[in-house]
């Protein structure tokens, strides 16, 4: 991976288009998420059309703005991610799946991560009545068989982008490993990396335990203020939260975000208050939470992200017909 | 120059020092030669602030000027005062950074010329909360460049390169905007973020009304728009042309405080985060929470602060007194910034000797650019910049945080 693959220079529309190693990274994107949703269908999920547009979206994103929409005078927002239409979606059906578009305004440092895109889709996953540890199965389970979905249908494309097959049959050799955010930074400090304590894993550092790891692994337990209102906390470990993130080795980094929800009304004030926002505006969303939401647990898997792990490609841009990278105007 | 007035305020004396500068330190050198001076108050009303009441007391002898003796190889002057200090992680020429003036109209229209002003002189400003909601922020291409963006590219263009910064307030309100996610994505506020001169500040309150949060009038023609946002209050009638818009103080707890604190240096890493608490009956314990959770400033408004529109009975009976904030809260190794009626060098000094790593200009800001918008607020710190030097040399000291409450003689005490 290098600098020049990051973005300085996207290639045109049509020689993106055109090009065998677009065309073979797209049918394995396309590959993958067939092999998902038949893994989900079979579990017993109903797969959902999720809203692109709202009065209010995921806060959570780390110095992301969101995209303002005039609705008919209203300002409504571009789903940065639909986190809450997952948890209300859980009123009708106990196990939902989207394969979701969302679009946040990173900030600009992130057009040089290999990892951002402005424009991206989350396969997300929600399910009633679970908890972390059952979302983290499941979770382990679905990229196993996307890796073996790909590696039994699209030989063909893996050989084209020259991809190096022994890292994929490695995701499906072993089970995940599992370590809590405070042993990560501490991995990340003891190689002189300064990480700080109470935020979240940040990109490089996340590059290099990624790099030096040889299987996937969780890391859980990730503290309050680095992540969105909707990660439940620990009630028995204040300060910590129910959550996790799947990182995939060879420096392809993190590949997905999950957590037990927050579904308690007055745990979710505090919670949107703690994270400076105002409650006036997720009204609707409180409204069903003060009514009664199902506890949950669930994630969302970065569909580019997990395309470009799938194919080795440079940079996740190539993972997408239509790459937007962060303060890019691009088609 | 426009009808801005500040009643109350040594309105006056500040705009001379905009139109004078550095001699304006003195009294009016007509009389030269021909005065007597000397005692109290020719030029100041009797002062009833325990501040003001205060003295800045030089010792007979002064170890640091011996210090500084042999390091120039000859008698330290004034001027050789470093005033160059760390106002919450951004580098000033001098120990003083310039408050928000909020969304009121007389602040919008000034706060271009303040910005490039500031800029040149390479000391901090903050930018108030409640502009974006109320005006937008402008960077589409057919739209009219906001208050917020336009003050951004004036301070930037202004600056030298290493020196100043700017930081941008974020109410409860102001979350709705994502002005902070705004500004940290924005290409025009790069050259902040690349040289470490962006901070973000988290507004819980301020001292003009404490427990209350920022009051503007505003058209009678926006109300409805507005409301969906503020609290908005028809007080003069329906015939009147405009309504009181109101904003929410917020909700906070200690660990509310803690966890939003945690979120700023999260989400916005390459940012400073800076913290203005109201001058509160708990502002020590706030503050001491800010800074165990992270932020790199905590701002205190003494309630003799503000420039914005607020209640009498807010601005006359309600807060603490910014000499009383600064009794409660100890610092130490942490920046303290303080604002609150401070335009010349005796109380900014005594601030400073009194805990404040800098202290804030408010209305003196704003009344120094009316009077010049090009040059007033220049002009202005040209001549606080000579009073700090001379009182600060005179306390035997030559570097800012050298200042200490030795040096501050307070009269309530005996």
Redesign the interface.
């Known amino acids: 991976m290098s600098a020049d693959t990051a973005g300085a220079a996207l290639p045109t529309p049509r020689a993106h288009l055109t090009s065998d190693r677009t065309r073979a990274a797209l049918t394995l994107q396309g590959r993958f998420l067939a092999g998902a949703r038949d893994f989900l269908v079979s579990e017993g999920f109903t797969e959902l059309l999720p809203p692109t547009i709202g009065p209010v979206t995921d806060p959570g994103a780390r110095g992301a703005k969101q995209v303002d929409i005039d609705y008919y005078g209203h300002r409504y927002k571009l789903m940065t991610s639909g986190i809450l239409y997952k948890q209300a979606s859980l009123l009708s059906f106990d196990k939902i799946f989207h394969v979701a578009p969302n679009v946040r305004l990173e900030p600009l440092e992130t057009a040089v991560t290999h990892r951002h895109l402005v424009e991206f889709h989350q396969l997300d996953v929600e399910i009633a009545g679970a908890s972390r540890e059952d979302a983290m199965d499941v979770a382990e389970r679905l990229t196993k068989h996307c890796v073996e979905h790909v590696l039994s249908t699209a030989q063909e494309q893996l050989e084209i982008l020259a991809r190096e097959t022994e890292q994929l049959k490695q995701v499906c050799a072993a089970p995940y490993g599992r370590k809590r955010h405070s042993e990560a930074v501490a991995e990340l400090r003891a190689t002189g990396y300064d990480q700080a304590e109470n935020t979240e894993i940040e990109w490089e550092g996340e590059e290099i335990i990624s790099a030096a790891a040889p299987h996937p692994f969780f890391i859980t337990d990730y503290p309050k203020g680095s992540r969105g209102f909707y990660d439940k906390e620990n009630t028995e470990d204040p300060g910590v939260l129910r959550n996790f993130d799947l990182i995939f080795p060879g420096g392809f980094g993190e590949m997905m975000s999950g957590s037990e929800r927050e579904a308690d009304y007055r745990n979710l004030m505090m919670r949107i208050r703690e994270t400076g926002e105002n409650p006036a505006k997720y009204e609707w969303y409180l409204t069903l939470a003060r009514e009664g939401i199902p506890s949950s647990a669930g994630f969302g898997l970065g569909v580019e992200r997990f395309t470009r792990f799938l194919g080795g490609l440079d940079a996740v841009w190539q993972a997408s017909g239509y790459p937007k990278l962060p303060g890019e105007p691009r088609p | 120059m426009t009808d801005l007035q500040a009643p109350g305020f040594a309105e006056e004396h500040v705009r001379a020092r905009a139109r004078h500068g550095a001699g304006s330190a003195f009294p009016d050198r007509e009389g030269y030669g021909s005065t007597l001076f000397g005692g109290a108050a020719a030029t100041l009303p009797p002062p009833t602030d325990p501040i003001d009441r205060a003295r800045l007391v030089p010792p007979v002898f002064v170890p640091l000027r011996l210090e500084r003796l042999f390091d120039l190889g000859r008698e330290p002057l004034s001027g050789d005062v470093d005033l160059t200090t760390d106002v919450g992680g951004l580098r000033s020429t001098l120990p003083v950074y310039i408050s928000a003036f909020g969304s009121t109209a007389a602040a919008s229209d000034l706060g271009l010329g303040v910005a490039q002003q500031a800029g040149r002189l390479g000391i901090p400003m903050v930018i108030g909360e409640n502009i974006v909601p109320v005006s937008g922020y402008g960077r589409m291409e057919q739209e009219k460049q906001s208050s917020l963006l336009g003050r951004i590219t004036q301070y930037i263009d202004a600056a030298p390169p290493d020196l100043g910064g700017v930081v941008v307030q ?1 109410s ?2 102001d ?2 905007a ?1 002005v ?3 500004v ?2 924005d ?1 025009a506020a ?1 050259p902040l ?1 690349t040289t470490g001169r962006l901070a973000f500040e ?1 507004k819980v309150g301020q001292g003009a009304k404490p427990g209350v949060g920022g009051m503007t009038l505003v058209p009678r023609a926006r109300a409805a728009e507005l409301s ?2 503020y609290d908005i209050m028809d007080l003069y009638g329906p015939a009147s042309e405009s309504v009181l818009r109101c904003s929410s103080p ?4 200690e ?2 405080l ?13 940012c400073r985060v800076w913290v203005k608490l109201p001058p509160g009956r708990d502002v020590h314990h706030a503050a001491a929470v800010a800074w165990a959770a ?1 932020a790199d400033s905590v701002t205190v408004d003494g309630a003799e602060g503000g420039t914005g529109w607020a209640p009498s009975a807010f601005l006359d009976q309600v807060g603490l007194p910014l000499a009383e904030c600064l009794d409660r809260v100890t610092p130490e190794e942490n920046c303290l910034l303080v604002s609150g009626r401070v335009w010349e060098g005796a109380r900014a000094v005594k601030c400073l000797a009194l805990g404040a790593r800098a202290v804030g200009l408010g209305r003196a800001a704003l009344i120094a650019t009316d009077e010049d918008p090009k040059l007033g607020l220049e002009n202005f710190l040209e001549c606080l910049a000579l009073e700090m030097r001379l009182l600060i040399s005179a306390l035997g000291k030559y570097r800012v945080s050298d200042l200490s409450a030795e040096d501050v003689w307070m009269p309530s005490a005996r």
């Open positions: 974020q409860t309100e979350a709705n994502e902070w996610n705004l940290y994505s290409p790069q973020l988290l969906t946002q917020g909700t906070f707890s660990e509310i803690r966890q939003q604190i945690r979120l700023m240096r999260n989400n916005y890493p390459r992270g």
